[in-house]
């Protein structure tokens, strides 16, 4: 099995051919050639890669069909770039999560909300600077310190500009990972226990804020307002037989412009802590996947802290991959 590339092959018909993938490469979209043990013939197959083993590569399909690659016969593989890319996904997100106050500046969007929550409160960076970086940087700090804030960059990563945002005393501050699965497949991930009851509400109310460990009293009519200002969203609240509230989620659905692909996104999944270990969160999350296959939207993301094991331990087992990763990055000396 080749783990390192790129790895050339002799012979007239793969002198060009090279494996430029490597088991951490798994969740990205890869194409990938191998020879057909059984007679020679090489075949291709595009998707993402969803495992790779000492024998044996998994690729899940556009149509949601898995195939297996055996590693030994692998001839040939790359990256290729996602049917949804990274900017887009993050510009998706922006529209589920929609700060008060946003300004355009080329393909970067500043957005401030008093502070509550980085994805509000942060530059989303959709491309390469509208300026220099260095010209760019001081007007994001100039922009954010009129409102009292330090300033915060979200941007894919790895990025083309990573070493000169080090050398400009930037760094990165945290990553999280943007997760993606099928609508339909997350809908049918868990059935209903018989002893909890989800129920949709347009807006969340006191009791479901409660249940959200990391929003404190004062951040909560930001915090509201954030959650609800978006045209198409739900409030998911499961309540066990006895009527109490024992977990939330929260779903939006968005669709990118000129006909872009419509998806839905998942944010604020929590489970009270007495109800732990019950199921409670996959049973919010299947319901959540019902609400976005009922409106067409065919993908569900979610973003994940990187340094969050046993939340993402649960959305591996449900089937959800890895479509890109994201930082913060601010100066050095950045509040928290």
């Excluded at 075949?43 to 495992?51: C, K, Q």
Aim: aromatic fraction near 6%.
């Amino acid at each position: 099995m080749h783990e390192g590339g790129p790895v050339s092959f002799a012979g007239p018909t793969r002198a060009l051919l090279a494996v430029r993938i490597c088991p951490a490469d798994t969740g990205r979209r890869v194409s990938v050639r191998y020879s057909d043990p059984a007679d020679g013939r090489l075949t291709d197959v595009v998707g993402t890669l969803e495992a790779w083993s000492a024998a044996m590569l998994s690729v899940r399909r556009r149509d949601g069909r898995t195939s297996t690659v055996p590693a030994p016969a692998l001839v040939a593989g790359k990256v290729v770039p996602p049917d949804v890319s990274a900017y887009d996904v993050q510009r998706l997100a922006e529209q589920g999560w929609r700060a008060e106050h946003l300004e355009r500046h080329g393909d970067w969007a500043l957005r401030w909300d008093h502070g509550v929550t980085r994805r509000a409160n942060s530059v989303r960076v959709g491309g390469d600077p509208p300026v220099p970086l260095a010209r760019a940087l001081v007007e994001v700090a100039d922009w954010y310190a009129a409102r009292g804030s330090d300033p915060l960059l979200q941007l894919p990563t790895p990025w083309r500009y990573d070493d000169d945002l080090d050398a400009a005393g930037w760094p990165v501050l945290e990553q999280v990972e943007v997760l993606t699965l099928a609508s339909e497949r997350l809908a049918a991930a868990a059935p209903t226990p018989s002893d909890v009851t989800v129920v949709a509400h347009d807006a969340p109310d006191a009791g479901w804020l409660d249940v959200l460990s990391e929003v404190t009293p004062a951040q909560r009519v930001a915090y509201r307002a954030i959650l609800t200002r978006s045209p198409d969203v739900t409030h998911l609240a499961a309540h066990d037989a006895a009527g109490a509230l024992v977990g939330v989620a929260r779903a939006s659905a968005a669709r990118l412009p000129r006909g872009g692909p419509h998806w839905a996104g998942l944010s604020c999944v929590e489970t009270v802590p007495a109800a732990r270990g019950r199921g409670i969160a996959k049973t919010l999350l299947a319901a959540a996947g019902r609400w976005a296959a009922a409106r067409g939207a065919r993908v569900t993301y979610l973003q994940v802290r990187s340094l969050n094991g046993a939340a993402s331990e649960l959305y591996a087992r449900l089937g959800f991959v890895r479509h890109h990763r994201y930082a913060y990055r601010g100066p050095s000396g950045s509040a928290p």
